[in-house]
């Protein structure tokens, strides 16, 4: 798992074509609501318990509203199971 927010790094959220929105003259996206560092991470969980297998297949931004959220998936899945949507906690939150 990585260290922190700011050594993750998220290549398909920016950048790729299909993907959300980049700036231009037309649609310079200087009064986004979207925080620049995303506020979910989404899993696909295989098993239960303590033989539960995890992997991360995207990341999420919560609306400012609260009642729903923005997901960018990079992964879909191939074999049964669920999909977990998981705040991202603080370093602080994290080591406790």
Same mark, same amino acid.
């Given at each position: *798992? /990585? !260290?922190s927010l700011e050594d993750q790094s998220y290549p398909l959220a920016t950048g790729r074509k299909g993907w959300p929105? %980049? /700036?231009t003259k037309d649609n310079t996206m200087s009064k986004t609501n979207t925080p620049? &560092? /995303?506020t979910h991470e989404v899993f696909h969980v295989v098993g239960d318990k303590?033989?539960?297998r995890w992997t991360k297949i995207g990341i999420g931004w919560?609306? %400012?509203d609260g009642?729903? *959220?923005n997901l960018i998936i990079n992964y879909t899945p !191939? &074999?049964?199971g669920r999909? &977990? &949507?998981r705040r991202i906690k603080a370093p602080q939150e994290a080591e406790a």
């Open positions: *798992m /990585p !260290l929105e %980049q /700036p620049k &560092v /995303p303590d033989k539960a919560q609306h %400012q009642e729903g *959220m !191939l &074999v049964e999909t &977990v &949507v």
